[in-house]
């Protein structure tokens, strides 16, 4: 499976009924893809952030050399759309300590390694514990189209938006959070 930044609740439903997470950092690197972003809600609906990532030199292509970078204040901007996004979610305040690190002063020098970080401390909140296994011929997994809608902050305004970040799930349902994941298909 793919290591993503924030990974998709559908991308997290395979991993809470998993005992072993293989997750491949030695495959091409494509910047289209989730590895260095995720979607959350906001009050104008879903709101892409998307870490930056170093300048590529030609010879790197692989997702294990992928450098972040730090110019931009994109911690800060990603933290106080967290912060927009979730303050009045149900358990926001329980768990932001938890991932407020990863957007003030915590740095990493490639991709893999925070979100790496990110998805060992979303599986401590949420109570999995599946062995992670770095590995070049990590498996395909088929991820679910669909999940089923749980009241989200902005949904009276926007409806229930599917395929929203983990983040959206723990902000919103907080402990009952691995109970729903293991009950999807």
Known sequence: MQL???PSIQQYCVFAKKDTINLNIEEYYDRRTDRNRTLIASANGPLLLVIPTA?????VRFYKDIKIAYEEPWQKRHWKSLEAGYRRSPYFEFY????HPFYEGQKF?????????LLETINQLIKIKPTIILDPVAEITNIP???TPYTQVFESKNGFIENLS????IANK????????????
């Open 4 to 6: 993503n930044y924030l």
């Open 55 to 59: 300048k590529l030199a030609p010879e």
């Open 96 to 99: 932001e300590h938890h991932f």
């Open 109 to 117: 020098e490639y991709l893999w390694q925070y979100n790496l970080a």
């Open 145 to 147: 189209k669909h999940i």
């Open 166 to 169: 983990i983040f959206d799930l």
């Open 174 to 185: 907080g402990p009952e959070s691995t109970n729903y994941l293991k009950s999807q298909l």
